[in-house]
């Protein structure tokens, strides 16, 4: 038991975005009735911006700078300098994951492009150590592995499932927050008062 909770704290990138979908079907199931596809499309992609990346890059920012040793050593790696920006970069996509859950379209896929990138690009790096160094170590293979790779796959489908089924104007997802707004400037193209 005490290594299954190990292993669900340090495997927060993965226990994160599960907490966040059972979060969204607790929402789903509670909020209005009729359930619509667009509202569940549209809750599961705001549960994952809160918790798959808003909160689990803010708890990676935390991880990498104040307990670099800890997570270089899950990774098999040597504790080094690198953590702190390691740990301010998944900061800056934290924010921008926050930043996202009540936007439009385009700033929802910069929020899932960036950390995208990076675990992939991690992902890549993780096989690399597999194969040249025999790194097998927790957070470099197995479970983490995979979830680097999937992960993002999933949260691009969401974003794809919920841009094509989009909430009617004015509509709340069952947590309460309006639809996706658009935040470009209103263009009046009435006469100017006088």
């Given at each position: 038991?005490?290594?299954?909770?190990?292993?669900?704290?340090?495997?927060?990138?993965?226990?994160?975005?599960?907490?966040?979908?059972?979060?969204?079907?607790?929402?789903?199931?509670?909020?209005?009735?009729?359930?619509?596809?667009?509202?569940?499309?549209?809750?599961?992609?705001?549960q994952?911006?809160?918790?798959?990346?808003?909160?689990?890059?803010?708890?990676?920012?935390?991880?990498?700078?104040?307990?670099?040793?800890?997570?270089?050593?899950?990774?098999?790696?040597?504790?080094?300098?690198f953590?702190f920006?390691?740990?301010?970069?998944?900061?800056?996509?934290?924010?921008?994951?926050?930043?996202?859950?009540?936007?439009?379209?385009?700033?929802?896929?910069?929020?899932?492009?960036?950390?995208?990138?990076f675990?992939?690009g991690?992902?890549?790096?993780?096989?690399?150590?597999?194969?040249t160094?025999?790194?097998?170590?927790?957070?470099?293979?197995?479970?983490m592995?995979?979830?680097?790779?999937?992960?993002?796959?999933?949260?691009?489908?969401?974003?794809?499932?919920?841009?094509?089924?989009?909430?009617?104007?004015?509509?709340?997802?069952?947590?309460?927050?309006?639809?996706?707004?658009?935040?470009?400037?209103?263009?009046?193209?009435?006469?100017?008062?006088?």
């Amino acid at each position: 038991m005490v290594d299954l909770i190990g292993l669900l704290i340090a495997g927060y990138f993965v226990t994160l975005p599960v907490l966040g979908m059972l979060v969204a079907l607790v929402l789903i199931a509670i909020g209005p009735k009729p359930i619509t596809a667009a509202r569940v499309y549209e809750t599961l992609l705001r549960q994952f911006l809160l918790f798959g990346i808003g909160l689990a890059y803010v708890v990676n920012f935390i991880f990498h700078s104040f307990f670099g040793e800890l997570a270089a050593s899950l990774i098999g790696w040597e504790d080094s300098p690198f953590q702190f920006e390691v740990g301010v970069a998944s900061l800056g996509f934290g924010l921008v994951g926050f930043f996202a859950i009540s936007r439009d379209t385009a700033v929802r896929f910069a929020a899932l492009l960036g950390p995208a990138a990076f675990v992939w690009g991690a992902a890549v790096g993780h096989i690399i150590q597999i194969v040249t160094a025999g790194n097998h170590s927790p957070g470099n293979a197995g479970f983490m592995l995979y979830a680097d790779i999937l992960l993002p796959f999933i949260s691009f489908v969401l974003l794809w499932l919920a841009a094509r089924h989009p909430l009617p104007e004015g509509q709340d997802a069952p947590d309460g927050v309006g639809g996706t707004a658009d935040l470009r400037p209103r263009v009046s193209h009435g006469s100017p008062r006088r």
